[in-house]
């Protein structure tokens, strides 16, 4: 199972690049979440509490400064949770495969991927696993 899921994580392919910009979008919404909850309050309260904490006015325009800081902290927050989750485990797998240490994902075999095709041309056929594709005494295939 483990070994499955490992080549799973080091295939790259279409498939796996959706599911993870789908996982990379509900972690960033979690991570600006608790920005928004936690962090911006905190930095009003820093910038003098209030209505105003964390903003400044400057001839009628109001400078959010605070909002800004909140999404640099999101930014750099998200950034080191997907290094240190997803990019520097995959480097070190990667290390230890040129080292030797590691066997990448394997290939099927040539008997295996005949075997394939045998049963993906019975299949479209309509003949079973076991019977020949043109009936029981056929010499077709």
């Known amino acids: 199972m483990l070994k499955g899921f490992k080549d799973f994580l080091l ?27 936690f962090l911006t309050p905190l930095i009003g309260l820093v910038a003098g509490g209030g209505e105003v904490g964390g903003t400044f006015t400057v001839n009628g325009q109001t400078f959010t400064y605070g909002a800004f800081i909140s999404q640099v902290i999101t930014f750099v927050l998200t950034a080191a949770v997907v290094y240190f989750i997803v990019v520097l485990p995959l480097k070190k797998v990667a290390e230890r495969r ?6 990448g994902p ?10 394939e ?17 043109g009936g029981p005494g056929s010499t077709a295939l």
């Open 11 to 37: 295939r790259g392919n279409v498939v796996e690049l959706a599911v993870a910009v789908v996982i990379g979008a509900a972690f960033t919404a979690v991570v600006t979440a608790f920005t928004d909850s």
């Open 117 to 133: 095709i045998r049963d993906l041309l019975r299949a479209q056929q309509g003949a079973g696993p076991g019977e020949r594709p």
């Open 106 to 115: 394997v290939a099927p075999t040539q008997v295996e991927l005949l075997a």
């Open 98 to 103: 040129k080292r030797g240490e590691e066997a």
